[in-house]
T-cell receptor, first 111, second 112 residues
Framework: TQLLEQSPQFLSIQEGENLTVYCNSS?????LQWYRQEPGEGPVLLVT?????EVKKLKRLTFQFGDARKDSSLHITAAQPGDTGLYLC???????????FGSGTRLQVQP | DAGITQSPRHKVTETGTPVTLRCHQT?????MYWYRQDPGHGLRLIHY???????DKGEVSDGYSVSRSKTEDFLLTLESATSSQTSVYFC???????????FGQGTRLTVV
């Protein structure tokens, strides 16, 4: 089993604070994705990164893929209550056909 | 929204009974997946399919079987349900490498 470790598992912050979620593995990924899941729904894709060192921005969310393509981070600036949810990273190893998911980070943003 | 539906959405069954969950897609995507989601474990892959009648095991396949006789349908069967299989099951579809996975809304299965 090729593990994807996410940290932290839980995060409760106040509106307006910044936060970073980490996704780490000992193996190399051909691509890595971040998903957000709300209660009672399936995960929805936020971003895909494929190049080592790549940085992508989606409004207040910044995603970074490590140079060695073994890790990634998600940074949220000025968090809002609407950012509350479960954030999942998912990696695709070269030659594999299925995504491997991390255990998730449950974020709660208090107004 | 991607055309992917799961049925049933909720099911309660007794230990030892067989259960079949259905995933139906209208996108003609090649890859279909079954994951289970449990607290603290994220999504764990049960089985997946890369074409009609082409399937492979995931990391938690024991006690589960799958079938894909048509592009649009992927069935997950619990041959003899156990309490450890109480979970939320998600079906996902993908068209190819590095592409987005679209998920169904999940099936909440309780084995009593």
């Amino acid at each position: 089993t090729q593990l994807l470790e996410q940290s932290p598992q839980f995060l409760s912050i106040q509106e307006g604070e910044n936060l970073t979620v980490y996704c780490n593995s000992s193996s190399v990924f051909s691509s890595l994705q971040w998903y957000r899941q709300e209660p009672g729904e399936g995960p929805v894709l936020l971003v895909t990164v494929v190049t080592g060192g790549e940085v992508k921005k989606l409004k207040r969310l910044t995603f970074q893929f490590g140079d060695a393509r073994k890790d990634s981070s998600l940074h949220i600036t000025a968090a809002q209550p609407g950012d509350t949810g479960l954030y999942l990273c998912a990696g695709l190893h070269t030659g594999r056909r299925a995504l491997t998911f991390g255990s998730g980070t449950r974020l709660q943003v208090q107004p | 929204d991607a055309g992917i539906t799961q049925s049933p959405r909720h099911k309660v069954t007794e230990t030892g009974t067989p259960v079949t969950l259905r995933c139906h897609q209208t996108e003609n995507h090649r890859y279909m997946y079954w994951y289970r989601q449990d607290p603290g474990h994220g999504l764990r892959l049960i089985h997946y399919s890369y074409g009609v009648k082409d399937t492979d095991k995931g990391e938690v396949s024991d006690g589960y079987s799958v079938s894909r006789s048509k592009t649009e349908d992927f069935l997950l069967t619990l041959e003899s349900a156990t309490s450890s299989q109480t979970s939320v099951y998600f079906c996902a579809i993908r068209s190819g490498a590095n592409t987005e996975a679209f998920f169904g809304q999940g099936t909440r299965l309780t084995v009593v």
